[in-house]
């Protein structure tokens, strides 16, 4: 963040620190089980929650996301914020409880439908459901794509609502159909953490990540992750999880100073 200096001020206020995870904190990987917190940013992290609170937003299954960051007194919201836990925590949205067996069925049907597609691999998040297509080869993403809007299209939600899709990076987020996003995910993360009158910032690296720049434009501070400059929702930018690292060391030394 070039313009430290100029905008240092922005944290020296009570702050709620929220961070996506994959491509944040850590770098891009082939497949979601590669991706590791390296032990510098756990303790950066760490070292953060002693001077504000940190939450975690991330597309992981919670248990996958706790797993993968290690850190107790750190807040989580997993599933795109349908489950949230943390100090005294543990939430589940009620509409994504009815949804579960649905989100089993759709994975047992795409895992059917996919087996012949080599590299595809179908997560079933319980609450929600990821198909990932990193590893496929560029002629067969198409086929992906058309039959994970096949399938979903025979499922029905209340008043003949459609499961909800979503694209992310080389991956097909599937959850329930209520109009929700990470803009959402971020407001009921404030909330359920009791975190409302904290300033939000929120770092992402995705195309997800928007709605929740464009939720906390006017009332906290969006940071994009990417090398490239692109229409974004987000105040600032940094170039990657690495340039992420830094600007925890300059918050990090902000408050140790005051």
Same mark, same amino acid.
């Given at each position: ?9 922005? +944290?020296?206020?009570?702050? +709620? ?29 760490? &070292? ?6 940190? $939450? ?16 107790e007194n750190v807040y989580y919201s997993g599933n795109h914020g349908y489950e949230i836990s943390g100090p005294e925590i543990d939430f589940v ?17 795409? &895992?059917?439908?996919?087996? =012949? ?13 990821? +198909? ?50 990470? $803009? ?10 009791? /975190?409302?009158?904290? /300033? ?12 929740? /720049? ?5 009332? $906290?501070? $969006? ?16 170039? =990657?999880?690495e340039e992420v690292g830094i600007f925890f060391d300059k918050l990090l030394e902000l408050f140790e100073n005051l």
């Open positions: 963040m070039k313009q430290w200096d100029q905008v240092k001020d922005i +944290f020296i206020q009570p702050l +709620f620190l929220m961070c996506d995870f994959d491509g944040t904190l850590t770098p891009i990987v082939e497949t979601p089980e590669e991706a590791t917190l390296s032990l510098e940013m756990r303790e950066r992290l760490s &070292s953060l929650t002693r001077y504000c609170p940190v $939450g975690i937003v991330s597309g992981r299954a919670l248990d996958n996301l706790r797993s993968k960051v290690q850190l949205k009620e509409e994504a409880k009815t949804y579960a067996d649905v989100m089993s069925e759709i994975c047992a049907t795409m &895992s059917e439908k996919l087996e =012949d597609v080599e590299g595809v691999k179908v997560e079933n998040k319980k609450y929600t459901a990821s +198909f990932h297509y990193r590893e496929v080869r560029e002629e067969e993403v198409s086929k992906v794509k058309d039959l994970v809007k096949s399938v979903l299209s025979k499922y029905k939600g209340e008043e003949g609502k459609e499961i909800s899709i979503n694209q992310g990076k080389k991956v097909i987020e599937v959850s329930p159909p209520n109009d929700w996003d990470k $803009g959402d995910a971020v407001t009921l993360f404030r909330e359920v953490a009791n /975190f409302e009158k904290s /300033f939000p910032i929120y770092i992402g690296d995705d195309v997800t990540d928007e709605h929740a /720049f464009f939720r906390l434009q006017d009332t $906290g501070v $969006g940071i994009l992750v990417s090398e490239e400059e692109r229409e974004t929702g987000a105040h600032y930018r940094l170039n =990657d999880f």
